[in-house]
């Protein structure tokens, strides 16, 4: 049965179709992601995935937590009903942004990884996951996030 539909090349018009629908959806979805511009957007502009990589699962949840700006150790006050926690060293609220991005405390691993990156949609489009989990491991926060 399968010689018979690769003979009459029907198995390819599949392909053809599977594509194309899949195109298709992506497109609308972009459409969808462009008018939508919400706060994930800042971070990644595009809906195709981002990366492809075989990391352990606690690394996954981390880049996700990072890549949502959202983390146990920036947004536990919320569950527990407390004041919003603050940089010790900057007195401005302490937000995954403000680590990667703007923290006097991080700044020497930041640019010794980073370079003078800013904004988070860069720091996702120039640089592997690899080095963002590098820089929260110097810098103390890995297991916070």
Known sequence: ????????????????????????????????????????YCVQNKVNKPYNLSLK????????????GHSKFTHSYLLQGEQQPECIFCDCPLTIQHIFLECSDTFSARNLLFGNVKTMHDLFTMFDVNVL?????????????
């Open 133 to 145: 989990l590098q820089f929260l491991q110097e810098c103390d926060f890995y297991n916070k996030i």
């Open 57 to 68: 699962r606690q690394e996954e949840v981390i880049i996700s937590r990072i890549r949502k």
């Open 1 to 40: 049965m399968t010689s018979t539909w690769c003979h009459l090349g029907i198995g390819r018009h599949i392909w053809s179709i599977k594509s194309f629908i899949k195109f298709y959806t992506n497109s609308l979805w972009q459409i969808f992601w462009d008018c939508d511009r919400k706060k994930l």
